[in-house]
Each structure stands twice: as C-alpha cells, then as structure tokens.
C-alpha cells in the first residue's frame, strides 16, 4: 500500500474483548435481573456467537496481513515499526476502550513517526481524558467534524477525511463477495443495533409491504424478539454475510455508521434512525454527501418525510465520494513518509 509494507498489530484488549466473550461478567452495580438476562442471552445465542466468531477470524486471516507476535498493554512497547498509524473506529472513547488501552490508541508507547487516521470516539462527551497524549501524535486525521472542532478547542491541530471503509471502490468491496450465495428473495435490511430497534422495525416493515418484501435482521442483534412481531428472517452476522445482505438488500434502515456506509457504498436506497449517543458521525457523513434528508426521528416522521424524497442521485454522491477519498488518500500518503 503506497509503498509500503503493512501489518497489523495483534493488540489484545480485554475491554474490547469481553462483550463478544460467551462468559457472564458480574460487577458490584450488576443486578440479579441483569445476571439473569444476559445468562439467558448467552445460552440462546451460544451457536451463533462460536459461528459468528469464527466468521471473523477466517476473515482477518484471509484479508489482513497481522503480525505473528501477539501484544497487549504490557508489551506493546516492544513493537518494532518505521510508521504508526493508529484507526480509527472510537479508539479514543472511553466508555468502549480500557485505561491501559489509552497508551496503546495514543501512540504513546512509542516517540516517533506516529499519525492517527480516521479516529473517532463517537462524541465529544466520550473523549478520553488524556487529551495531552493525543497531541503527541505527529499527525492526527480524525472522521468527525465534531472531534476535530473538539481537539482545537484543545490546542490540538487535525484534519477530517473519510472513514476507512470509503478508500475501497464498490468494485473492490463487491469483489470480496463475488462467492457469497445470492439471496432469492427481495428483502428489506434492518441494521440497527442498540435502543430503538422498535421504530426501526416498523420503518422496515412498513417498507417491505409496500414492496412486498421480507425483512432480514442480524440474528446477533436480536435480542427483543422482532422476528415474531415483524416476521424478520435472521442470518449469521459475519463480515462476508454482512457485505452479502448489504449488497442484495432492495432498501436499507439502519443507525449503525458503518450499515449506512455500506448502504452508500453499495448504492442502496436508505432510511436513518441518528443513533442517541454517536449520531453525529452518520450527520456529519450525509451532510458532506448531502443526504441529510433520509434522516428521521420515527416512523411517523418517516411517512410523512418519505413521500417526498427522489431516488438518491448515486451519480452526484460518487462524484463527492471520490473528492473524499482522493483527500483522504493525500493524507495517507503523508502519514508514511513521516
């Protein structure tokens, strides 16, 4: 990659790691009923969770050239590189990544040639704290206007570009996929993963009656039951399988960043519920591409703002697409030549 040798470093971070583990962490606040429910919550998804997991690691050892050596917040130091670059999906929110991680999304471990790409922490209330280490980093790009507007009210100088997943064309996301089975069916995506789902499910209903379609839902995700209210057919959540509904989906509804991503990038027409904590990063994205309008707040202002949309002009968003990802590339550049 220009020029360059890439690796990825095998960073183990038990914060990271534990929601996806199989196991039941009880904390002093932990109550019975909390206990209880993610007890049940394991148990019911356990096959899918070890299909899912294991979905992930073919796909980072088929696509990602990661280094033998294993680290983690003791030994990370003793990483030997030319160039760092740390990204950039909310390295620096601390309500998702461990305090012994920070040295390690920071750079700080290491003195010289370090950059930042794309680095994200959702919003500003979730930066992390020690904003001194960031500003150590040599050259910081970060994915959000708001963070950027953030670390200059800090004293610190960085630049926006685009989300990593927007460096590969469609054509090269779709040639991962080439293999994937087709989907024989018309179906309705609905990516939404945290509060909300309700309203996102009927917006997703609701659409695929009047195309008369099914609804297809990550079975991850569910954890309220949707598929006996909406009739939502569920597939294991893998990287490929994700890629796959994405690109054989008739309509997408998500608040996920990366769903409406890739909703963009396969050129679907979509809908967006603004997730309540990290919504600004999916605003800041259709506001560059001029999409703002597929934004709502719920079913009801979803029928009444529907009626009035056109089909996405993808002509026009490719156009902007490759300005972004030319600017974002100049900036890559930059960073391996530190």
Same mark, same amino acid.
Request: proline residues 3%; charged residues 30%.
């Given at each position: 990659?220009?020029?360059m040798?890439?690796?990825?470093i095998?960073?183990y971070?038990?914060?990271i790691?534990r929601?996806?583990?199989?196991?039941?962490y009880?904390q002093h606040r932990?109550s019975?009923?909390?206990?209880?429910?993610? +007890?049940?919550y394991? !148990?019911l998804?356990?096959r899918?969770t070890v299909?899912?997991?294991?979905?992930y @690691?073919?796909?980072?050892?088929?696509?990602?050239?990661?280094s033998?050596? @294993?680290?983690?917040a003791?030994?990370?130091s003793?990483a030997?590189?030319?160039?760092y670059?740390?990204?950039?999906?909310?390295?620096w929110?601390k309500?998702? =990544?461990?305090?012994e991680?920070?040295?390690?999304?920071?750079?700080a471990? +290491? %003195?010289?040639?370090t950059a930042?790409?794309?680095?994200?922490? %959702?919003?500003?209330?979730?930066?992390?704290?020690?904003?001194?280490?960031?500003?150590?980093i040599?050259? =910081?790009?970060?994915?959000?206007?708001?963070?950027?507007?953030a670390?200059?009210?800090?004293?610190i100088?960085?630049? /926006?570009?685009?989300?990593?997943?927007f460096?590969?064309?469609?054509?090269?996301?779709?040639? &991962?996929?080439?293999?994937?089975?087709p &989907?024989?069916h018309k179906y309705?995506?609905?990516? #939404?993963?945290?509060e909300?789902?309700?309203?996102?499910?009927? !917006?997703? @209903? +609701?659409?695929a009656?009047?195309i008369?379609?099914k609804?297809?839902?990550?079975?991850?995700?569910?954890?309220?039951?949707?598929i006996n209210r909406?009739g =939502?057919n569920k597939?294991?959540? %893998?990287?490929?399988d994700?890629?796959n509904?994405?690109d054989?989906?008739e309509y =997408?509804?998500?608040?996920?960043?990366h769903?409406v991503?890739?909703a963009i990038?396969?050129?679907?027409?979509f809908?967006v519920?603004?997730?309540k904590? +990290? %919504?600004?990063?999916?605003k800041n994205?259709?506001?560059?591409?001029?999409?703002?309008?597929?934004? /709502?707040?719920?079913?009801?202002?979803?029928?009444e703002?529907?009626? #009035?949309?056109?089909?996405?002009? #993808?002509?026009?968003? @490719?156009?902007?697409?490759?300005?972004y990802?030319?600017?974002?590339?100049a900036c890559?550049?930059e960073?391996?030549?530190l």
């Amino acid at each position: 990659m220009l020029g360059m040798e890439v690796e990825t470093i095998d960073y183990y971070s038990p914060a990271i790691e534990r929601p996806y583990n199989n196991r039941v962490y009880v904390q002093h606040r932990s109550s019975l009923l909390h206990i209880l429910k993610r +007890t049940a919550y394991i !148990i019911l998804n356990f096959r899918n969770t070890v299909i899912s997991q294991r979905k992930y @690691k073919e796909f980072r050892e088929n696509y990602l050239n990661i280094s033998k050596e @294993k680290y983690d917040a003791d030994t990370i130091s003793n990483a030997s590189y030319d160039v760092y670059i740390a990204g950039s999906d909310q390295i620096w929110n601390k309500e998702i =990544i461990g305090k012994e991680d920070i040295p390690a999304y920071t750079l700080a471990f +290491t %003195g010289e040639h370090t950059a930042a790409y794309g680095a994200s922490c %959702g919003s500003e209330a979730y930066l992390i704290d020690e904003v001194d280490r960031i500003s150590k980093i040599q050259m =910081i790009t970060v994915r959000e206007q708001q963070l950027c507007n953030a670390l200059k009210k800090r004293g610190i100088a960085s630049k /926006v570009v685009c989300d990593p997943v927007f460096l590969l064309s469609r054509d090269k996301w779709k040639k &991962i996929i080439k293999n994937m089975p087709p &989907i024989r069916h018309k179906y309705v995506l609905l990516y #939404y993963i945290d509060e909300g789902k309700e309203q996102a499910a009927m !917006i997703a @209903k +609701t659409i695929a009656v009047s195309i008369k379609a099914k609804v297809h839902y990550p079975r991850k995700y569910d954890k309220s039951a949707l598929i006996n209210r909406y009739g =939502i057919n569920k597939f294991s959540d %893998g990287p490929l399988d994700f890629l796959n509904e994405t690109d054989q989906a008739e309509y =997408i509804v998500s608040a996920s960043f990366h769903g409406v991503a890739f909703a963009i990038l396969m050129e679907k027409e979509f809908t967006v519920l603004l997730h309540k904590k +990290t %919504g600004e990063r999916v605003k800041n994205l259709l506001a560059y591409l001029e999409l703002e309008e597929r934004i /709502v707040r719920d079913q009801k202002d979803f029928q009444e703002k529907s009626r #009035y949309w056109k089909p996405i002009d #993808y002509n026009k968003v @490719k156009i902007k697409l490759s300005e972004y990802r030319e600017k974002s590339m100049a900036c890559l550049r930059e960073m391996c030549e530190l």
